[in-house]
C-alpha cells in the first residue's frame, strides 16, 4: 500500500522560502504524477503543482515563477519551495499522487497527512 | 479557466436519507476528467469517484455520480453517520490543470 510521508517547516516569517519534502513508500515514483495542494484556513483546495518522476512540471499560474518543484528517485521522494511567502502562503499543504492520460483521469488517489504552514511576522 | 462551482453549501440530512450535491463547470467538460474527494475535519481528503462512473478503492456503492457537459452530480444513496463531511469536486486539464469546486458541506 502506497503512503505518502511528508515533513518541513511550519513556521515561517514573510519573504522566506516555503521547503517542503514529500516521501513515496511501498511504491515507486515512476508512472505517476506528484502533486502539491494547499488549503488555507477554512477554505477549499487549491492545486500548487506537479512533478512526474521524470522530473517535468507544472505549476499554477497564480503562483506565478514562485514555486520550484524536484524529485529524487534515489530517495523516492520529491519536493516543493516557495519562495518570497506571505500571509496569503499560510494554509495546511498536501503532497498527492495522481494518474491520467490522454483520455482519462484517475484522481488524486494517494495523499501525505498536511503540513501546517503559518506565515507569520 | 474552468471554475466549478458546488451547490449547496451546507447540505442538513438525517442518516437514511438520500443526498444530492451538485458541481457545474464554467464550460463543458468531459466527465472523463472530472473527480470527487471527501475531506472530513483535521484529515487529508479522500478520493471517491474518479472518470465517468468509477469508485474508488474501498467506497461503498451507495456513492454515485452522474452529469455531462456542465453539470455533474454526486448521489449518496442512503446516508450513513460517517457520510457527513466535506466534498469536493475537481476537474483535470485546463489551467490550471487541476481545479476545484468550493466545497459542499453535508451535515447531520
Known amino acids: 500500500q502506497v503512503q505518502l510521508q511528508q515533513w518541513g517547516a511550519g513556521l515561517l516569517k514573510p519573504s522566506e522560502t516555503l521547503s517542503l519534502t514529500c516521501a513515496v513508500s511501498?511504491?515507486?515514483?515512476?508512472?505517476?504524477?506528484w502533486s502539491w495542494l494547499r488549503q488555507p484556513p477554512g477554505k477549499g483546495l487549491e492545486w500548487v503543482g506537479e512533478?512526474?518522476?521524470?522530473?517535468?512540471?507544472s505549476h499554477n499560474p497564480s503562483l506565478k515563477s514562485r514555486v520550484t518543484l524536484s524529485v529524487d528517485t534515489s530517495k523516492n521522494q520529491f519536493s516543493l519551495r516557495l519562495i518570497s511567502v506571505t500571509a496569503a502562503d499560510t494554509a495546511v499543504y498536501y503532497c498527492?499522487?495522481?494518474?491520467?492520460?490522454?483520455?482519462?483521469?484517475?484522481?488524486?488517489?494517494?495523499w501525505g497527512q498536511g503540513t501546517t504552514v503559518t506565515v507569520s511576522s | 479557466e474552468v471554475v466549478l462551482t458546488q451547490s449547496p453549501g451546507t447540505l442538513s440530512l438525517s442518516p437514511g436519507d438520500r443526498a444530492t450535491l451538485s458541481c457545474r463547470a464554467s464550460?463543458?467538460?468531459?466527465?472523463?476528467?472530472l473527480a470527487w474527494y471527501q475531506q472530513k475535519p483535521g484529515q487529508a481528503p479522500r478520493l471517491l469517484m474518479y472518470?465517468?462512473?468509477s469508485r474508488a478503492t474501498g467506497i461503498p456503492d451507495r456513492f454515485s455520480v452522474s452529469g455531462s457537459g456542465t453539470d455533474f452530480t454526486l448521489t449518496i444513496s442512503r446516508l450513513e453517520p460517517e457520510d457527513f463531511a466535506v466534498y469536493y469536486c475537481?476537474?483535470?486539464?485546463?489551467?490550471?490543470?487541476?481545479?476545484f469546486g468550493q466545497g459542499t458541506k453535508l451535515e447531520i
Open positions: 475537481q476537474q483535470y486539464g485546463g489551467s490550471p490543470k487541476y481545479t
Open positions: 498527492a499522487r495522481g494518474d491520467y492520460s490522454e483520455f482519462y483521469y484517475y484522481g488524486l488517489d494517494v
Open positions: 512533478i512526474s518522476h521524470s522530473g517535468a512540471t
Open positions: 464550460q463543458s467538460i468531459s466527465n472523463a476528467f
Open positions: 472518470g465517468a462512473t
Open positions: 511501498g511504491g515507486s515514483l515512476s508512472g505517476y504524477h
